[in-house]
T-cell receptor, first 111, second 113 residues
Framework: GNSVTQMEGPVTLSEEAFLTINCTYT??????LFWYVQYPGEGLQLLLK?????DKGSNKGFEATYRKETTSFHLEKGSVQVSDSAVYFC??????????FGTGTQLKVEL | NAGVTQTPKFRILKIGQSMTLQCTQD?????MYWYRQDPGMGLKLIYY???????DKGEVPNGYNVSRSTTEDFPLRLELAAPSQTSVYFC????????????FGSGTRLTVV
């Protein structure tokens, strides 16, 4: 069946460090891929998305590239800020079908 | 442009009490979902609906019921609340576009004591 695997957290970084959060998926066909962010006490918000192979989603300095060969969609940011501290969820799905979510990765950014 | 609205934001229930968590969306989405999120955990799907009058069980439906009489509303009913239902509940909606994903509500934090 469909699944999403994310790296375990928490990930703790110093401000201005480089961020990578790994995400791999298994699916039949070619799903759309998403990253959601959840700030403390809030719901999930869509951060970025990609709908086909080699697409790059980007938003607020975050990027992720849809890699069909490695079935991956790793989240990256060149220089994190304290305000990026949140839980990040990778997800896959398409066309109104139920999204499959990863378990989430907590990011803590310290001064 | 309200999106997905959940009420209440917080609630404390006693064991055995019942309540309804409300969810309304104003985007004319056919698909709606209820998730629960336990501390430090990911999302678990409780129930979902692909349109008015149609509902189906998700991963953890026991102890819950839903109805979908209109496109806009998807209430979640808890019968005979138990401490294991202490959680944060999120409602979400989507349409059938491949690139849409979900729009989430802000959540209801429920404590059963």
């Amino acid at each position: 069946g469909n699944s999403v695997t994310q790296m375990e957290g928490p990930v703790t970084l110093s401000e201005e460090a480089f961020l990578t959060i790994n995400c791999t998926y298994t699916a039949t066909g070619y799903p759309s891929l998403f990253w959601y962010v959840q700030y403390p006490g809030e719901g999930l918000q869509l951060l970025l998305k990609a709908t086909k192979a080699d697409d790059k989603g980007s938003n607020k300095g975050f990027e992720a590239t849809y890699r069909k060969e490695t079935t991956s969609f790793h989240l990256e940011k060149g220089s994190v800020q304290v305000s990026d501290s949140a839980v990040y969820f990778c997800a896959q799905g398409r066309g109104g079908n139920k999204l499959t979510f990863g378990t989430g990765t907590q990011l803590k950014v310290e001064l | 442009n309200a999106g997905v609205t959940q009420t209440p934001k917080f609630r404390i229930l006693k064991i055995g009490q019942s309540m309804t968590l409300q969810c309304t969306q104003d985007m004319n989405h056919n698909y709606m979902y209820w998730y629960r999120q336990d501390p430090g955990m990911g999302l678990k799907l409780i129930y979902y609906s692909v349109g008015a009058g149609i509902t189906d069980k998700g991963e953890v439906p026991n102890g819950y019921n839903v109805s979908r009489s209109t496109t806009e509303d998807f209430p979640l009913r808890l019968e005979l609340a138990a401490p294991s239902q202490t959680s944060v509940y999120f409602c979400a909606s989507s349409d059938d576009r491949d690139d849409y994903g979900y729009t989430f509500g802000s959540g209801t934090r429920l404590t059963v004591v």
